[in-house]
Every structure is written in structure tokens, then in C-alpha cells.
């Protein structure tokens, strides 16, 4: 079973990827701005330390780690993420889902891997030439242990971010336009580029269990400046698990209730 889905997977990748091929041009356009994204962030960045020496506890480099991080899930977000759960809106709103879901394979995971945007990933290759940097100028001690840790809290920050993407898609079932929940997400997840503890509580509570924030970017950041405990580690594992059971449910749920475009 999961050999077939592993398979079905890099099917539609390869497909994506030779499409997106196609037009090369996209990469250069992709490239470009992804560096004044980066260069935007810097700029960010070197302001708040003209004026100061650390913000809340982090020093300038465990700062750039961060926005490596944010960088890095961002990317793979645009790449993966993003375009299929667009998809399905699409598809509900113009009866092309219905195509998806008579096919005779699990229908999460074909709307969910559907689409791979290649040229997206020049975020998360930036993101990771950025953390490589960051951490190599702290002279942080990162072995075997912290980055088993870093790449598994990263993992359930990304299954976090899609659990919630997936739920906010099925949603799509009975309201017609929610575009506003997607660009709420895309606001709050701006957020990520500074750590969640130099927000205010209440704030906080929004970007730790609302919008994933502190799961997908400040966690793994910590977990390489070795400022990750033992508790938002666990907890980390637990709302990552939470959150696909959830999301499956809901999805679940929601083509039960589905009519489809012939209703």
C-alpha cells in the first residue's frame, strides 16, 4: 500500500515538474523574488539591531536561523501546499473534483499531490543556504541528535500548516468563497519571521495553536540554537498527530456531505 502511494506520488511530481519545465523563464522571475524577500527580511532585521543587541534573548544570528526557517517552510509551502489546496476550491467551484474523486485511489492524498509548483523551491534552497550560514556563524553544535530533532520538529510544523490548509479547503464544501481564510493564513504566517515569544500572550496562543507559527518556524530554530525543551518537543509530536487525525476526519466528513457539480 504505501510502496503504491510513494509511487503515485513521484508520478505526479515528475509530471509537475516536467510541465514546469517548460517554462524556464519562471525560474529567473522566481529567483529574483525570492531575493528581495530575502533582502526584505535582512533589511528587517538589520533596523532592529542598529538599535539593539538582542531581541528577546536572540542575538542577530540565531535571528538569521529563523529566517531560514521561514524561508525554508514558505517555500515548500508555495511548492506543495499551496497550489493543490487552490486546486480544490477550483475544483469545487467548477465540477472538476468530481473527476478526482471518482478515481479509485484515496482522494486526499491525489488532491493533495496533485500539483507541485518546481520553481518554488528556490525559497526553500535559500532557506537552506541561509540556515547553513546562520549556523555555522554561531558556531552552534549541531550533530546527529539536534538534527534528527530540527528535521522532526520541522515535519510536524509542516504537517501542522497542511492539516490546516486541508481543513480550511474542505470548508469549500458549503461556503463558496473562502479566499479570506487563505489570505488570514498568509498574514498571520508573515509573523513567523520573528520568534513567537516577542509577541504578546494572546497573540502567542493564535500563532502556537491557531496558526501553527511556532510549530513550523520558531520550534525548529530553537531546536538549532538549543533553546527547544523537552515539553514543546512532545508537544510539538502531539498536535502534529492531532492535526492529520483531524484533518482526515474532516475531510472525510466533508465528502459525505459533498453533492457534487451534477446536484
Avoid at 504537517?159 to 481564510?181: D, E, G, N
Wanted: glycine share 6%; with cysteine; charged share 15%.
Amino acid at each position: 500500500m504505501m510502496l503504491r502511494y510513494l509511487r503515485l506520488i513521484w508520478t505526479f511530481t515528475r509530471l509537475s515538474a516536467l510541465n514546469e519545465l517548460q517554462y524556464r523563464a519562471n525560474f529567473f522571475m522566481q529567483f529574483f523574488s525570492s531575493l528581495l524577500t530575502l533582502a526584505n527580511g535582512l533589511i528587517g532585521l538589520a533596523l532592529v539591531f542598529y538599535h539593539t543587541e538582542s531581541l528577546a534573548g536572540w542575538e542577530p544570528m540565531e535571528l538569521l536561523v529563523v529566517v531560514g526557517v521561514y524561508t525554508l517552510i514558505g517555500g515548500l509551502i508555495r511548492a506543495i501546499i499551496q497550489p493543490n489546496m487552490w486546486r480544490i476550491l477550483d475544483g469545487v467551484h467548477e465540477g472538476t473534483l468530481d473527476f478526482t474523486l471518482t478515481k479509485p485511489e484515496d482522494s486526499q492524498l491525489l488532491v493533495s499531490m496533485a500539483n507541485f509548483e518546481l520553481w518554488k523551491l528556490v525559497d526553500v534552497i535559500i532557506g537552506i543556504l541561509v540556515l547553513v550560514y546562520a549556523v555555522l556563524k554561531i558556531e552552534a553544535r549541531v550533530g546527529i541528535e539536534e538534527a534528527v530533532i530540527f528535521t522532526l520538529v520541522l515535519l510536524c510544523g509542516g504537517l501542522m500548516v497542511y492539516s490546516l490548509w486541508l481543513a480550511i479547503a474542505t470548508t469549500s464544501f458549503w461556503v463558496v468563497r473562502i479566499w479570506s481564510l487563505f489570505d488570514f493564513f498568509e498574514n498571520m504566517y508573515q509573523a513567523g519571521r520573528w520568534p513567537v515569544g516577542i509577541y504578546p500572550s494572546w497573540l502567542r496562543m493564535i500563532l502556537t495553536f491557531l496558526v501553527p507559527v511556532a510549530f513550523a518556524v520558531t520550534a525548529p530554530a530553537e531546536a538549532l540554537t538549543a533553546r527547544l525543551n523537552t515539553q514543546m518537543l512532545l508537544l510539538a509530536l502531539v498536535v502534529a498527530a492531532l492535526s492529520l487525525v483531524a484533518s482526515r476526519m474532516f475531510w472525510k466528513f466533508g465528502l459525505r456531505n459533498y453533492t457534487g457539480a451534477s446536484a
